[in-house]
């Protein structure tokens, strides 16, 4: 099995960006982890716009046409299945393992997980009910359990972030466990209505950071996960180190900062500008992905 991490080349390309894809691709070599780009991204946000990958590997198409980019903005939407179609998956989306929805979903608000009673779910906030306003809200839940074959469990979407993303919240740590943002320091309230939401089938974590929280101390939560290490958004602020350290003993893993002010500042972070694909199900299921690496005599 492999994993390769999909990233947008505007990291790479625009100048901005590239002290902060100069530290990923380090970390990624460093690693022997494998990474490409979506081609035709229109922003750096590749975990919005790319299919969800449920938890049998197969895939879930979605329409990504956020609220927050109409108008002006609406040239920084990528079409969900034409980004699939651009990194190989051609053949994947005429076949079985990809399903197929109109309803209009974002990436970044797709937390795939399983409760302490082996039952897989989806969390995800309230939000995803506000962007289908032809659906009842029944409906749009039957449509998200059937299409992800799991549970969705809802969490309050916290209306002072936009696009409503559950990545910048809760994060799971595997079977009946997860990782909550640190609420206890920046919005108890909403802290305590995520753990009820969710406390009866997970034993929930909490990053805190005390008199070390600062405005950009959400961003650390927002990481990517790898075979062997953690690369976790720093803003050079003084909660970095903690949420380091916290991360590293709840994972046990090496955590890698990456330095991203200039990201964070644009409202998102590690998990926010990556897509990570496990190519088993191509295996499994005999189907061609057009990834060099994903050949056959590869896997």
């Known amino acids: 099995m492999k ?16 002290p902060v894809w100069a530290q990923i691709e380090s970390a990624l070599t460093a690693e022997n982890e494998i990474y490409d780009f979506v081609p035709n991204a229109a922003d750096i946000w590749v975990r919005d716009f790319m299919p969800f990958q449920r938890h049998d590997g197969e895939f879930v198409v979605y329409r ?22 651009a990194i190989g998956g051609s053949d994947a989306l005429s076949s079985s393992i990809c399903n197929h929805t109109n309803l209009i979903i974002d990436g970044g608000n797709m937390i795939r997980c399983t409760d302490k009673d082996g039952v897989d779910c989806v969390i995800m906030t309230t939000k995803v ?15 998200l359990d059937d299409i992800f074959n799991a549970e969705v469990i809802l969490i309050p979407w916290d209306t002072e972030e936009e696009t409503g993303h559950a990545d910048g919240m809760v994060r799971s740590l595997g079977k009946g466990r997860l990782l909550m943002n640190c ?3 920046m919005k108890p309230d909403l802290g305590n209505a995520i753990k009820k939401a969710l406390g009866n089938r997970f034993e929930i974590q909490e990053l805190k950071y005390g008199d070390k929280y600062r ?16 690369l976790v958004p720093t803003a050079s602020i003084a909660s970095d180190k903690v ?13 890698i900062p990456i330095s991203m002010s200039k990201i964070i500042s644009e409202g998102g972070a590690m998990h926010c500008i990556s897509w990570s694909l496990n190519t088993r199900i191509f295996r499994e299921e005999g189907i061609n992905f057009g990834h060099p690496l994903c050949a056959p005599q590869c896997q």
Not at 136 to 143: A, N, Q, Y
């Open 3 to 18: 994993t390769i991490h999909y990233f947008s080349p505007w990291l790479k390309s625009l100048k901005k960006y590239q």
């Open 64 to 85: 990504y046409n956020p609220d927050y980019l109409q108008g002006k903005d609406s040239r920084y939407i990528t079409n969900c299945r034409d980004a699939f179609l």
């Open 129 to 143: 009910l506000y962007e289908n306003p032809g659906l009842s809200h029944h409906e749009i839940l039957l449509e």
């Open 183 to 185: 609420y206890v320091d």
């Open 215 to 230: 405005e950009k101390s959400w961003c650390h939560l927002n990481f990517l996960e790898l075979r062997t290490a953690i």
């Open 243 to 255: 949420a380091l350290k916290q991360i590293e003993n709840i994972l046990g893993k090496k955590c």
